[in-house]
């Protein structure tokens, strides 16, 4: 039996699936349970070889039979579970609805737009929790080989700390192993050492100060750090660090207000349309 339903599934999928025949054929049955062609037919990849054809069908009405077997024989031996189940089940859709109805609400109606005045007036009301659980530096460095020709131009360039002398370290990038000169943003101490592993031997007490100066060599070359600003764990971070955290906090605040309007709203037409009504 089992192979007859697999030779008239391939012979459906491969000779009959654009036919315009709208009988209902079955395929497999487990108890009361039928698969029919249409089921599988619109499953099957598009440009599948013969072969593969074979396999994926077959493998599919086993996969089909395993689970309504499983089904059939959860629904005789929990019976007393099932009115839980269909509790459960009722209200997973409800919340399902309600869920995807206040998405589709939220999509249409939330305000996206977050002004400056309202960003900073919030970091002010809540710094508290803008603690920082790690250090964050703001700094500069370069790396470059010890056989590098030019050793005492590239450090000059590097302290002079001007626009010009960045420029034309970039200009000789080539030469240079590593070269990171934007010191206007705070950068985790961790992602630090995670970008440039090499400055893990700079003990992290004395790469964690102001307006510090470091030069440091190794068997491969030479390292210039410039620690431009430090902040330490448990300081406030600042409001440019802080920023992308603040507007989501800004918006889910936003969307409970709206969600909440939303219900209040719902509750009240409902009340004066005589839809809700308490006896």
Same mark, same amino acid.
């Given at each position: 039996?089992?192979?007859?339903?697999?030779?008239?599934?391939?012979?459906?999928? $491969?000779?009959?699936?654009?036919?315009?025949?709208?009988?209902?054929?079955?395929?497999?049955?487990?108890?009361?349970?039928?698969?029919?062609?249409?089921?599988?037919?619109?499953?099957?990849?598009?440009?599948?070889?013969?072969?593969?054809?074979?396999?994926?069908?077959?493998?599919?009405?086993?996969?089909?039979?395993?689970?309504?077997?499983?089904?059939?024989? =959860?629904?005789?031996?929990?019976?007393?579970?099932?009115?839980? %189940? +269909?509790?459960?089940?009722?209200?997973?859709?409800?919340?399902?609805? %309600? /869920?995807?109805?206040?998405?589709?609400?939220?999509?249409?109606?939330?305000?996206?737009?977050?002004?400056?005045?309202?960003?900073?007036?919030?970091?002010?009301? /809540?710094?508290?929790?803008?603690? $920082?659980?790690?250090?964050?530096?703001?700094?500069?460095?370069?790396?470059?080989? /010890?056989?590098?020709? +030019?050793?005492?131009?590239?450090?000059?360039?590097?302290?002079?700390?001007? +626009?010009?002398?960045?420029?034309?370290?970039?200009?000789?990038?080539?030469?240079?192993?590593?070269?990171?000169? /934007?010191?206007?943003?705070?950068?985790?101490?961790?992602?630090?050492?995670?970008?440039?592993?090499?400055?893990?031997?700079?003990?992290?007490?004395?790469?964690?100060?102001?307006?510090?100066?470091?030069?440091?060599?190794?068997?491969?070359?030479?390292?210039?750090?410039?620690?431009?600003?430090?902040? $330490?764990?448990?300081?406030? =971070?600042?409001?440019?660090?802080?920023?992308?955290? %603040?507007?989501? $906090? %800004?918006?889910?605040?936003?969307?409970?207000?709206?969600?909440?309007?939303?219900?209040?709203?719902?509750?009240?037409?409902?009340?004066? +349309?005589?839809?809700?009504?308490?006896?």
């Amino acid at each position: 039996m089992y192979r007859r339903f697999v030779y008239i599934s391939i012979l459906v999928l $491969l000779f009959s699936c654009n036919s315009n025949n709208e009988e209902r054929n079955a395929i497999a049955k487990v108890y009361d349970t039928f698969l029919y062609e249409e089921d599988v037919a619109k499953l099957l990849p598009k440009q599948i070889s013969k072969g593969d054809s074979i396999i994926f069908v077959k493998n599919y009405i086993n996969k089909w039979a395993k689970e309504q077997l499983m089904i059939q024989k =959860a629904k005789i031996n929990l019976q007393e579970e099932k009115e839980q %189940i +269909n509790t459960l089940v009722k209200q997973y859709e409800q919340d399902l609805l %309600i /869920n995807k109805y206040k998405e589709a609400v939220v999509a249409q109606e939330l305000d996206t737009v977050i002004s400056r005045v309202e960003i900073e007036k919030f970091y002010t009301e /809540n710094k508290e929790i803008f603690k $920082l659980n790690e250090a964050l530096v703001k700094f500069r460095h370069i790396y470059f080989s /010890n056989d590098i020709m +030019n050793p005492k131009e590239m450090m000059s360039l590097f302290k002079d700390d001007e +626009n010009a002398s960045d420029q034309e370290l970039i200009k000789q990038e080539l030469q240079l192993k590593s070269l990171s000169l /934007n010191d206007s943003i705070w950068i985790k101490y961790d992602d630090v050492i995670r970008t440039a592993p090499y400055l893990k031997s700079i003990d992290k007490k004395t790469f964690l100060q102001k307006k510090k100066f470091i030069k440091k060599k190794d068997s491969i070359g030479v390292y210039l750090v410039k620690i431009k600003d430090v902040l $330490l764990r448990n300081e406030i =971070a600042p409001i440019s660090y802080a920023l992308p955290i %603040i507007k989501q $906090l %800004i918006l889910h605040k936003r969307k409970l207000k709206l969600l909440n309007k939303i219900e209040e709203t719902i509750t009240e037409d409902a009340i004066k +349309n005589k839809e809700f009504q308490i006896y």
